[in-house]
């Protein structure tokens, strides 16, 4: 990269900063208009309220520290009487840190699937071929940036040992979250799909036939992500891979 291409680049993702978040509070949520997630709940599927769990009460502190941070982000809020009513399931990060999550499954066997196609990720490497320069992106929290319907919000309740509480947005475990993100995907870049992206549900990669092409690629990208308020995870992302002399992806290549 030339001292000019460098100063494009610093230049172009300084003026849109914005269509990043470090934090749940940089994320206001995809326009509602390009998306809202419906359970569609099949006639007849009868509610179940599961038993509740018991955590080790050295874990207690863990788990209230989990919910505030998601009351803190706006991501749920308390209900009473809830009709369906989930556990919480507690997975461990990478860094050591648990994570608190629940447990669907009762709530996805009275959902019908969705079959809204997803891409197939080893012809999107395939796509990829020929485009001498390549950027990177991941969705911050991508899931979470898609609203729930307000009639089916109570359908998420979970019981911890703080409350009973249900999501305000889309959560990760439940079934077609994966379909009805990849759909708001092709609502928004329709135009440029195929064309200057690839996108697999909240991955995007930005793609250019010439290095020069890749900063016009990039702030037309920025642009629409700007519009719609979709936001990306800064420490997800990887500019200007220059790609000129890496052979030709094969079908059998992993996606990664």
């Known amino acids: 990269m030339t001292s000019e291409e460098e100063r494009k680049y610093v230049d172009l993702l300084h003026k849109f900063r914005d269509v990043f978040a470090w934090t749940y509070k940089e994320m206001p ?101 020929g485009h001498e320069t390549l950027s990177f992106m991941d969705g911050f929290l991508g899931y979470n940036q898609i609203r729930m319907a307000p009639k089916d919000e109570e359908c998420t309740a979970f019981q911890t040992p703080k409350g009973i509480y249900c999501y305000k947005v889309m959560p990760f475990g439940l079934n077609n979250v994966g379909a009805a993100y990849q759909r708001a995907m092709q609502k928004i870049f329709d135009d440029m799909l195929h064309k200057n992206i690839e996108c697999y549900v909240d991955d995007l990669v930005v793609k250019s036939k010439t290095r020069s092409d890749h900063v016009n690629d990039l702030r037309m990208t920025f642009e629409r992500l700007r519009h719609y308020q979709l936001k990306m995870n800064p420490l997800k992302c990887a500019f200007w891979c220059n790609l000129r002399k890496v052979p030709r992806f094969h079908s059998t290549a992993s996606w990664d």
């Open 29 to 129: 949520g995809l326009d509602p208009r390009v998306a809202v997630h419906h359970l569609a709940i099949k006639n007849g599927a009868r509610p179940v309220k599961q038993g509740q769990k018991r955590f080790r009460p050295e874990l207690v502190p863990a788990i209230e520290a989990g919910v505030n941070k998601l009351i803190e982000a706006g991501f749920i809020r308390e209900v009473t009487y809830p009709a369906w009513l989930s556990n919480i399931v507690l997975v461990k990060n990478k860094n050591g840190q648990i994570r608190v999550c629940v447990d669907f499954r009762n709530l996805n066997h009275g959902c019908p699937k969705d079959d809204f196609p997803l891409p197939v990720p080893e012809l999107m490497i395939d796509a990829t071929t």
